[in-house]
């Protein structure tokens, strides 16, 4: 089993930062990726972003690209997500995941994190 915990969310205006931070414990070796996911009321799921544990190779929706960064934490064994230049449309809750094996799907979530932007 695999525990992760987020944290970081809050209200900021358009335009300002947020740095949200995801901890993992339990079984952590070997996990093969980690990533980011947010979810706005009333629509899907969205992916954010993505890096491959062993590698640091990351990835972005196109929504974020160029204003969001993923990075792992080695001191709490998970992923941060950078993110600046926030617009109100960025609202919604945030969570970490872990992915075992490639094409897998995450098996491991933590309980989300809210981030309200305000325009």
């Known amino acids: 089993q695999v525990q992760l915990v987020e944290s970081g969310g809050g209200l900021v205006q358009a335009g300002d930062s947020l740095r949200l931070s995801c901890a993992a414990s339990g079984r952590t070796f070997g996990r093969y990726a980690m990533g980011w996911f947010r979810q706005a009321p009333g629509k899907g799921r969205e992916d954010v972003a993505r890096?491959?544990?062993?590698?640091?190779?990351?990835s972005y929706a196109d929504s974020v690209k160029g204003r969001f960064t993923i990075s792992r934490d080695n001191a709490k064994n998970g992923v941060h997500l950078q993110m600046n230049s926030l617009k109100p449309e960025d609202t919604a809750v945030y969570y970490c995941?872990?992915?075992?094996?490639?094409?897998?799907?995450?098996?491991?979530w933590g309980q989300g994190t809210q981030v309200t932007v305000s325009s």
């Open positions: 890096i491959v544990w062993s590698v640091g190779v990351t």
């Open positions: 995941a872990a992915q075992l094996r490639p094409g897998e799907d995450y098996t491991y």
